[in-house]
């Protein structure tokens, strides 16, 4: 411990235990059992005890609860836990009887203060830490802390009672690591007495009545296989499946969302999938009794498995799928149902799923235990053949069910799509139609006559989850393929979404997503060059449509479409089509009013989609003969405008943006005399209040450097890399286009900014610039001039704080030396320490408390 | 048993972090998704994972409800959002929607700022978490599905600040967020009506305080920054972008006004004139003296107050500086109090509460040597005051609001242990209500009243329909039928549809009332002259005179029997249907005035 601190704990430890000076803010405590913690993990406890008694003092009040605060007696019991962790200072605290104190009957348990879920909590808390050894273990047998912890586990805190299940978890896997020396027993009444306790506890809650018990119990079970993978987790799995096994008995299946997840970790477990231990049957088995919103998680989990049984997968499979085979078999039953005439629905639902085998499509099913997952029909997703068929009614009880139901299982099969373990192969096909189906249900373009397809038109009618939930999953579904007719109907349905006046805000933005996915996804033709005749006739029609979003009176809209503008045109922006289309639509034009908008986010979007249009030669307006490129020209003064004016960062930064990429790029408008632009940018990016706009200046600056001199590391034969033994007249011409541009002046001042990014970017930059022209500076041996002096006098002020006047002209050669004397590596190291550490030390933490304990009350929390 | 339950993440039994997990009709809402500035990892959010553990967030929330701007309250959104994974609804008020986004944006570049925090929310992460938002009006019902509704009322505070009902069938919870219940400079009082909600959630930062007077403060405010400037002194005024600096700003705007001063004041990062939009934008939300005068003058086009650049700060002379962030803990307001800090003639006024591990957590403990950066000591010579603007309601103000919404239990959040158990004793004796203050994690169930939906029949609407009445929601009134359950549901009907529907048939229901006349006449001639005198009496009436000698008048029978003891009285046994209630009563009445004495 820093000697500082060591000083000032003695008088910290005094205002701790005087119940009469409260701590000020409750954040101290944490933050001082952090500092504690990480003495104690990098050192010695029992030394830290000996050295500071005050600690040990400090334990005492413990004894008198009634009398310390809630959190300062929380606080304490977790020290002692932290501090006891180590065996040789447990043991010291033991031979003072301070622990059983502090942890059993004597101790805050059962008294007043036992009523505060934070006591509870410091408690549970104090004796995860301490059980790390064997001596701890016996201290909990004698304390009967864990009958303790037992009944904790139905705590009124969440925090307690999830922490007390995880304590048992940690005493039970510290109780077997004694005898796991070789095999494990294979009778849990062999196991030492504490786990046998605890196995004991866990046996009885499986057998409970109350469903929360039971609970309980799956959740110290769950915890328990996800983070414990020794040899006798399996043979506990063995010893407490018939219990598990016996919850699916009940009707309705208790816990049935800790049951999930229990199964699910035994059978991510490895030491267990060597061997199935009838886990796959009891799998199965849950499968088929849980409620379908309850079995699709399980269903999503058993098809994550890395090793599974294949009739297994199936089974899970059909699960999942249930309620869109339900929603698809609803409504084909409808003719002139959108879709229905596809190729993927033409056997109706039994397309879904397994892929439209033969066999599929009859209905027939065959055995789902044998053969390939894809082409077997799981038993109860289609009608007629399971024992158990599946209605529609069953599915969709009620609206929020079935919308419930509906985003689960689109999300589910959403997340399932991109692992390399999904179903193989995947029904691209049927799933499309499924999505396109939801989506057209859902804006009431789906006429169905069955009674079924009507309930669920009525259920899903306008219905923005649902539709936010498919138009996500349509937008993974892009990464494959489906026939072309349904690719038809994925982009109809878009453009529908994106053309109705009902959508909403949130829908359209995931439409804009879908579309760009379906987009980006749309194969080149063989002779490549240009888009896909069918996405380019899509983008034809959706290009009207976009002008209708930008003027739309809502910010996230007109924000979106911009987003989507400047993608597309990122994308397709040299393709003649597209091009054609766009030169053709008011889009440009709208996008360059948009640079005005009120919404700053807007305007930050509309400068992005400009800069992009800009950089693909799309936003001219045929310009008048004699003055070529002059609409490019008052683009470029119009977000330098921007960036002098526009009262908001964001803008201001895709500016920064922007001009970075026009650098980059070697944009015509740039490129006509780079040195002017640089020049008028850095200028006002120097003076910018936003950081963020600085450190972009930087970054600019940077760019330009590179260019000018290459890259680091490149071997660019065109730059002008001063070479080893250049003469000082090259180096020196080297470095006067950056005189010019006022970049010193920018780059030198940034060092000593009071953003510490700025700094860290200027830093880089000076260092970058060092390493070009150490050559030079070895050769000149001179620091000095009237140059080097003033400059270095400005570098003072700036670091003293002072603002000043702009350094004016600058020579090479002073750059160069003052480049050299600098600890730029030193300042580099200062930098990368976060800028409140000072305040943030432990040093810091002890004096604020102590100053702080004498003023309480003048300055209370409030809000901030 | 319905039932609703209350589960705080943060603000239970502390302040900062709001996040409370409410679940009220099968729907669970989560109200409020703040952070706590005092930590700078993963503790400064609410512990999430407690609500990932029933599944996916957003099929486990219907919801999110913002009650204001301030960071403790929504800067864990994005996280949340964006980072944490829910993509369902947030509601919030237009003012909270426009300002939230400053306020996280200034939050995030000062995360970055101080640390270079990699893991933190982005821009583009705040841009799309506040796509998710949909804006209320105050007073707007918003159906957030087909059951939950949600409703804004106005909570003073800060700009934009609202209380929200949250309500799924006849169930209701009103959470407060924070509030203020008297009206300072630029807003007004919060008010809500007599909505009587099962669970009023309150928050109760002053449970204990009576507040002084918010005159008293802000004159002592002005008169330190006067002497200060008067002494030649630069006053510094950390604050946060928006919210608090506002009201100084109008605060020190109309004195310099008033005292014809000419120190300059700054305000910096331009923030005053993005400020001044939305409150000129959302003036409706301010109090009622700024809307009265905006036609003249507009409160936020302050004409002393300017633009602040750096450079200003070497400036000779007295100034004030309004600077952020409010805490002394980075940038702007930071760098100008070193430079500041070792001159006895300037000040520092902290408007506002400090986290421990910043440089304003420190002065304001009265700690004058700081350690900088580099080992370096910054002696502090200037002068520092608290003075605290926070607008809350203290407690005659919390016990008023729970007067004005009349709820059967109240649930306190947002404040300190201790004090919330004076507070809760308070409101259990004075209201006779229940009150709850659980601390984070800790649920409070509470069981509600079933609410069962019925369904009313067409005739039984028409037909009160062609009583001339118009429905009206203010005069709630009653109407009769039977009602009906079939197919577990429950319809009123009229009782001659309840009948057919049902199968049943009508049950004639007769009362019978004795009426003792004296007459020592044989029962006949008492019926004769009952009839007599009631065919006098009802002329617009059917009175008949039956042969076996009773008596009907309409659906009325009326019989004379002897007295079993005494001859000299005779007994009228009187029976009507209960469609004829009235004449029977009125018959009744009248056989008990005894019959003329010529009557035959």
Redesign the interface.
């Known amino acids: 411990m820093d000697p500082e601190c060591s000083q000032l704990l003695p008088a910290l430890c005094a205002v701790l235990a005087d119940p009469r000076q409260p701590v000020?803010?409750?954040?101290?405590l944490?933050?001082l059992l952090d500092w504690f913690k990480t003495i104690a993990d990098a050192g010695s406890s029992l030394l830290l005890l000996q050295e500071n008694p005050c600690l040990v003092t400090l334990l005492c009040p413990v004894l008198k609860p009634q009398d310390l605060s809630?959190r300062v007696l929380a606080f304490l019991l977790r020290l002692a836990g932290i501090l006891a962790a180590q065996e040789d200072c447990f043991q010291h605290l033991q031979q003072g009887d301070l622990l059983p104190r502090l942890f059993g009957e004597a101790g805050p348990l059962g008294g007043a203060a036992w009523t505060?879920?934070?006591v509870r909590?410091g408690w549970i808390q104090g004796l995860c830490s301490l059980t790390q050894h064997p001596s701890a273990l016996c201290f909990l047998a004698h304390s009967g802390a864990v009958d303790t912890i037992f009944s904790l586990q139905g705590d009124?805190?969440?925090?307690?009672a999830?922490a007390a299940g995880q304590l048992l978890v940690h005493i039970l896997g510290l109780s077997m690591q004694a005898p796991a020396e070789g095999h494990p027993s294979l009778q849990p009444a062999h196991w030492p007495a504490c786990a046998q306790k605890i196995v004991g506890h866990i046996e009885e809650s499986l057998r409970a009545t109350a469903t929360p018990q039971v609970t309980q119990a799956l959740n110290v079970l769950t915890t328990m296989f996800s983070h414990c993978h020794d040899p006798w987790t399996q043979v506990l799995w063995v010893h407490l499946s018939p219990l598990v096994a016996c919850l699916l008995e009940k009707d309705p299946v208790p816990a049935a969302?800790s049951l999930v997840?229990l199964l699910l970790s035994v059978a991510r477990s490895p030491v267990l999938s060597s061997s199935s231990c009838g886990l796959w049957d009891t799998l199965a088995q849950t499968l088929s009794r849980l409620r379908a919103s309850q079995a699709g998680?399980l269903a999503l989990g058993i098809l994550k498995l890395q090793e599974c049984p294949k009739a297994l997968r199936a089974q899970a499979f059909a699960v999942l799928l249930q309620p869109l085979t339900c929603v698809l078999e609803a409504t084909t039953q409808a003719p002139g149902l959108p879709g229905s005439s596809g190729p993927g629905l033409q056997c109706g639902v039994a397309a879904i799923g397994p892929v439209a085998s033969s066999e599929a499509c009859a209905g027939r099913g065959g055995d789902p235990t044998d053969g390939e997952l894809p082409l077997a029909w799981p038993p109860g997703s289609v009608g007629g053949t399971a024992d158990a068929p599946l209605t529609a009614g069953m599915l969709l009880p009620s609206?929020?069910a079935c919308?419930?139901l509906l985003?689960?299982t689109l999300?589910h099969l959403e997340l399932l799509q991109p692992l390399p373990q999904r179903p193989s192969p995947w029904p691209w096909a049927p799933l499309l139609s499924a999505a396109v189906t939801i989506l057209r249900l859902c804006n009431g373009s789906a006429t169905p006559t069955s009674d079924t397809g009507t309930h669920l038109c009525a259920f899903l009618a306008g219905c923005?989850?649902v539709q936010?939930a498919a138009l996500d999953f349509l937008g993974t579904l892009s990464q494959g393929t489906g026939p072309q007719e349904l690719v038809t109907q994925v982009f109809a349905i878009l453009l529908e979404y994106l053309t109705s006046p009902d959508s909403s805000?949130?829908v359209l933005?995931k439409a804009f997503q879908a579309t760009l996915q379906w987009l980006q996804s749309s194969p080149k033709p063989s002779g490549g060059g240009d888009l896909e005749p069918h996405a380019q006739l899509f983008l034809r029609e959706l290009l009207p449509v976009l002008p209708k979003r930008l003027c739309s009176p809502c910010w996230?809209v007109r924000?979106?479409g911009l987003e989507f503008l400047t993608q597309t045109v990122r994308r397709w922006g040299g393709q003649a089509g597209f091009r054609h289309a766009l030169l053709a639509s008011e889009v440009p034009e709208l996008t360059e009013q948009l640079l005005r908008d009120p919404e700053s986010?807007v305007r930050a979007s509309a400068v992005a989609a400009m800069g992009q249009l800009s950089s693909r030669g799309l936003h001219i307006i045929p310009a008048s003969p004699g003055h070529p490129g002059a609409q490019q020209k008052s683009l470029l003064e119009e977000l330098l405008h921007i960036l002098s004016t526009d009262?908001?960062?964001?803008p201001r930064?895709a500016v920064m943006q922007v001009f970075t990429q026009w650098l980059r790029d070697s944009h015509a408008d740039v490129a006509a005399d780079t040195e002017h632009f640089v020049a008028r940018v850095l200028r006002v990016a120097s003076q910018d209040?936003?950081?963020?706009v600085r450190a972009q200046g930087l970054e600019l600056a940077l760019v330009f450097l590179e260019q000018t001199l290459g890259q680091p590391s490149s071997s660019c034969p065109y730059a002008m890399t001063p070479p080893a033994a250049a003469p000082p007249s090259l180096v020196a011409q080297a470095l006067q286009p950056f005189c010019r541009v006022q970049l010193f002046d920018f780059a030198f001042r940034a060092l000593f900014d009071?953003?510490?990014?700025v700094a860290?970017k200027s830093c880089d930059l000076l260092l970058f610039l060092r390493a070009k022209t150490a050559s030079y500076s070895d050769q000149q041996g001179s620091s000095s001039g009237p140059d080097v002096a003033s400059l270095e006098a400005a570098l003072q002020r700036w670091q003293a704080?002072?603002?000043?006047q702009p350094l004016g002209d600058l020579e090479p050669e002073a750059v160069v030396a003052v480049l050299r004397s600098l600890d730029l590596e030193g300042l580099r190291g200062?930098l990368a320490?976060?800028?409140?550490?000072?305040?943030?030390s432990p040093?810091?933490?002890l004096?604020?408390?102590l100053?702080?304990a004498?003023?309480l009350g003048?300055?209370?929390?409030?809000?901030? | 048993m319905p039932e609703i339950r209350v589960?705080p993440l943060g603000a239970g039994q502390?302040?900062?972090r709001s996040c409370i997990l409410v679940s009220i009709g099968?729907k669970n809402v989560m109200l409020d998704c703040g952070m706590?500035?005092?930590?700078?990892d993963d503790?400064r959010f609410p512990?999430f994972s407690?609500i990932t553990?029933?599944?996916?967030l957003?099929?486990f929330l219907d919801c999110v409800i913002i009650s204001h701007f301030?960071?403790?309250h929504c800067g864990a959104l994005p996280y949340f959002s964006e980072m944490v994974g829910y993509?369902?609804?947030i509601y919030m008020t237009h003012p909270t929607q426009a300002i939230c986004?400053i306020l996280l944006?200034d939050y995030r570049?000062i995360a970055?700022?101080?640390?270079?925090e990699a893991n933190f929310f982005t821009?583009q992460m705040i841009?799309d978490c506040?796509?998710?938002v949909v804006a209320v009006h105050l007073h707007q019902t918003v159906q957030v599905?087909?059951?939950l509704e949600i409703k804004a009322y106005y909570a003073g505070h800060v700009l934009g600040a609202a209380m929200f009902q949250i309500k799924v069938g006849s169930e209701s919870v009103v959470y407060t967020g924070?509030y203020n219940m008297t009206p300072d400079r630029h807003l007004g009082a919060a008010w809500i009506d007599k909505c009587r909600p099962n669970l009023l959630i309150t928050e109760s930062?002053?449970a204990t305080t009576i507040r002084d007077s918010k005159r008293c403060r802000e004159r002592d405010f002005l008169k330190k920054v006067h002497e200060a400037v008067e002494r030649g002194g630069k006053v510094l005024i950390p604050v946060?972008a928006l919210g608090r600096a506002q009201e100084l700003c109008i605060l020190l705007e109309t004195f310099w006004e008033r005292m014809n001063l000419k120190a300059p004041i700054y305000f910096?990062?331009?923030l005053t004139?993005?400020a001044n939009h939305y409150y000129k934008l959302f003036i409706t939300w301010t109090n009622q003296k700024i809307r009265k005068t905006f036609v003249q003058r507009n409160m936020f086009e302050f004409k002393h107050i300017k633009a602040f650049d750096?450079?200003f700060?070497?400036n000779p002379g007295p100034m004030v500086v309004f600077a952020t962030p409010?805490m002394l803990?980075?940038?702007?307001s930071?760098?100008i109090f070193?430079?500041w800090a070792g001159n006895e003639k300037n000040m520092v006024i902290m408007p506002?509460?400090?986290?421990?591990?910043?440089?304003g957590?420190?002065i304001?403990?009265?700690?004058r040597k700081?350690?900088?950066?580099?080992r370096q000591v910054l002696e502090v010579k200037m002068q520092v005051e608290?003075m605290?603007f926070?607008a809350?309601a203290d407690a005659k103000g919390i016990m008023q609001l729970v007067g004005q919404a009349e709820p059967e239990n109240v649930l306190l959040v947002h404040g300190?242990?201790k004090k919330m158990e004076f507070l809760k004793q308070k409101i259990e004796q004075e209201f006779r209500v229940n009150c709850y203050m659980p601390?984070?994690?800790?649920?409070v169930t509470l069981p509600t009243s079933p609410s069962i939906p019925v369904g009313i029949s067409l005739g039984l609407l028409k037909r009160e329909m062609a009583q001339g009445l118009l429905p009206d929601a203010k005069k709630p009134r009653l109407l009769h039928g039977t009602l009906i359950m079939k197919d577990s549901n429950f319809r009123l009907v009229s009782s001659e549809q309840a009948l057919k529907e049902l199968g049943l048939a009508e049950h004639q229901l007769r009362f019978t009332c004795r009426v003792h006349l004296h007459d020592p006449r044989k029962e006949q001639e008492t019926a004769l002259r009952v009839y007599s005198h009631l065919k006098s009496v009802l002329k617009d009436h059917c009175v008949q005179h039956l042969p076996d000698g009773s008596v009907t008048v309409e659906s009325i029978l009326i019989q004379a029997a002897a007295h079993s003891e005494d001859p000299g009285t005779k007994v009228l046994l009187v029976s009507w249907t209960y469609q004829d209630e009235e004449l029977g009563s009125y018959l009744t009445s009248l056989l008990k005035k005894g019959l003329p004495q010529g009557a035959t």
């Open positions: 000020a803010d409750d954040t101290c944490e933050k809630p505060a879920p934070t909590s009124s805190s969440l925090f307690v999830s969302h997840d998680p609206k929020a919308v419930g985003c689960q999300a923005v989850r936010r805000p949130t933005k996230d924000d979106s986010y009262s908001e960062g964001f930064r209040l936003d950081w963020e009071c953003d510490r990014p860290q704080g002072d603002q000043g200062a320490e976060s800028s409140d550490h000072a305040e943030q040093l810091s933490l004096q604020d408390m100053a702080t004498g003023i003048e300055n209370e929390a409030d809000c901030y | 589960t502390d302040v900062g099968g706590h500035m005092g930590f700078n503790r512990d407690y553990r029933n599944g996916r957003t099929d301030h960071l403790d993509d369902g609804p986004p944006e570049k970055v700022d101080k640390k270079g821009s841009k506040m796509k998710k599905d087909d059951e924070d930062t002053y946060f910096s990062t331009g004139e993005k750096r450079a700060a070497d409010g803990h980075a940038g702007q930071l760098q070193r430079k506002g509460y400090c986290v421990q591990g910043t440089v957590h420190k304001l403990s009265g700690q700081l350690e900088m950066e580099g608290y605290s926070s809350h300190e242990a601390a984070n994690g800790e649920t």
